[in-house]
């Protein structure tokens, strides 16, 4: 199947601060998405990054404060802005492959103090 | 808009089948997916069916399709203590992305 590596896997960060997020797909793709998974809770899309062109943000999501990078067709970023404590969550990449399905990187669990 | 529902939590016995059940409302799905996550990890995709199948085995693992009723299952057969997780089930039309469900948290009891 697709390997897709994400990091960091954890991070703690200090409220105010920022943390990007990486996701690294093993073959390219047309299509990435980022969701999030609040604790004890299903996923949530944050956006679909597409190379070339500006990422499609879903409602309650915004690109100052999720912005996100797709330089080439197998990487992309999603930067958390000026964190709070409610933006603790995991972080999950995803990505489409025809023969494959949509896989997941591993995420990343982030904690915000 | 699109929606996927799932039973919350599931017990079964080790050893027993364990059938995890999901029912969606977008007619237009294409592909149906069941996913797995271990406590304090990411999604691993276990299986995913296409609209036009009924069923689709991977070892212990059958997953049944009834499009007309838009239900989706997943059948694990001899249930171990390590299918201990929560499943998701998930449905898209073409490139769009993903819809989850809640997720069924499936407790094994040795």
């Known amino acids: 199947s697709a390997v897709i590596s994400q990091k960091p896997s954890r991070d703690i960060c200090q409220r105010g601060t920022s943390l990007t997020i990486q996701c690294q797909v093993d073959?390219?793709?047309?299509?990435m998405f980022w969701y999030r998974q609040q604790p004890g809770q299903s996923l949530t899309l944050i956006a679909t990054a597409n190379q070339g062109s500006e990422a499609t943000y879903e409602s309650g999501f915004v690109i100052d404060k999720f912005p996100i990078s797709r330089p080439n067709l197998t990487f992309s970023t999603l930067t958390v802005s000026n964190m709070s404590p409610e933006d603790s969550s995991i972080y999950l990449c995803?990505?489409?492959?025809?023969?494959?399905?949509?896989?997941f990187g591993s995420g990343t669990r982030l904690t915000v103090v | 808009g699109e929606d996927v529902e799932q039973s919350l939590f599931l017990s079964v016995r080790e050893g027993d089948s364990s059938v995890i059940n999901c029912t969606y409302t977008d007619s237009s799905s294409t592909y149906l997916y069941w996913y797995k996550q271990e406590p304090g990890a990411g999604l691993q995709l276990l299986t995913y069916?296409?609209?036009?199948?009924d069923m689709k085995q991977d070892q212990r693992l059958t997953v049944l399709l009834n499009k007309k009723d838009k239900h989706l299952s997943l059948r694990i057969a001899d249930t171990q203590t390590g299918d201990s997780a929560i499943y998701f089930c998930?449905?898209?039309?073409?490139?769009?992305?993903?819809?989850f469900g809640k997720g069924t948290r499936l407790s094994v009891i040795a």
């Open positions: 995803s990505a489409d492959r025809i023969d494959y399905g949509y896989t």
């Open positions: 073959s390219q793709v047309t299509m």
């Open positions: 069916i296409f609209s036009n199948m």
């Open positions: 998930a449905e898209n039309s073409g490139n769009t992305p993903l819809v």
